[in-house]
């Protein structure tokens, strides 16, 4: 990714995923920013799921875009943006785009073949594959009642253990292609592309391991018990589009501090 030059007065920056002066072959191409939710020192991107989904979704596509971090201490500042709505939102061509599902749907007609790849899935399974862990962690991790931390804490491992036994079943294709095969060994959700649902699921994810090492002394990226889960991250923090898009580990533990429960024994 290729960062042009930043307008501080609207915490801009100009990101160029295919590099600083490779355009795509298109007579006009589309004049496109993204507002995403700005770190609590203005510095950098904040602790934002949906804002880090849309970010990770246009850097895959390929296409250059510019970056507003917006202070959530004065958004007045973009009132005549998006008056009243929060981040993520995008500008695409002059006109605003505020529900995160929908900006998402855009995109991928918007922005599609043969000058931007598809991201969307090809099994509607990795769609919702993992989508009750962020509840289920939730829940967990909030949990003020000591009674209730037993039962809450196998729920969310059950969730994490649905989500691993789906990364390591075989998807049709690779059934295809080798019928006696065991367990999957493609990459990410859908194939061995990063696609939508990825998008959709890092994120979170990303937000559950920090907080579960800060609060429960525990990796998810590093439970053996879950191998296709571990595999899975491991994976996905090599690629930029996810790991350079996820805020600072102090930006997530700061949204959580005065709602997380130390786990008391």
Avoid at 83 to 106: A, C, H, M, W, Y
Avoid at 140 to 155: A, Q, R, S
Avoid at 176 to 199: I, M, Q, V, W
Wanted: charged fraction near 25%.
């Amino acid at each position: 990714m290729s960062l042009g030059q930043r307008d501080t007065q609207r915490n801009t920056t100009f990101v160029s995923p295919n590099g600083e002066g490779e355009e795509r072959e298109m007579a006009e191409p589309p004049n496109i920013e993204l507002f995403i939710k700005a770190s609590d020192d203005c510095a950098g991107v904040g602790n934002c799921p949906f804002s880090q989904r849309i970010f990770m979704i246009l850097w895959l596509k390929g296409a250059t875009f510019r970056l507003t971090t917006v202070d959530m201490k004065a958004p007045e500042v973009l009132k005549d943006v998006a008056p009243g709505s929060q981040p993520p939102f995008l500008v695409f061509n002059g006109e605003v785009r505020t529900d995160t599902n929908k900006i998402e749907e855009f995109l991928e007609q918007a922005l599609s073949p043969p000058l931007y790849p598809k991201l969307a899935c090809r099994y509607k399974e990795s769609n919702t594959a993992g989508d009750d862990i962020f509840l289920k962690f939730s829940a967990y991790i909030k949990n003020p009642n000591p009674g209730l931390n037993d039962l809450l804490e196998k729920k969310f491992l059950k969730s994490l253990a649905k989500l691993n036994d789906y990364l390591l079943t075989p998807l049709t294709h690779e059934l295809e292609k080798n019928p006696n095969g065991g367990e999957s060994s493609r990459a990410y959700l859908d194939g061995d592309a990063l696609t939508l649902a990825d998008c959709n699921l890092l994120p979170k994810l990303n937000i559950v391991k920090t907080v579960c090492i800060k609060y429960r002394g525990v990796d998810i990226s590093q439970m053996s018990l879950l191998p296709g889960l571990t595999q899975y991250l491991d994976k996905a923090y090599k690629q930029d589009q996810f790991s350079h898009t996820c805020p600072p580990a102090s930006e997530i533990l700061w949204a959580y501090h005065t709602v997380a429960k130390y786990l008391k024994k």
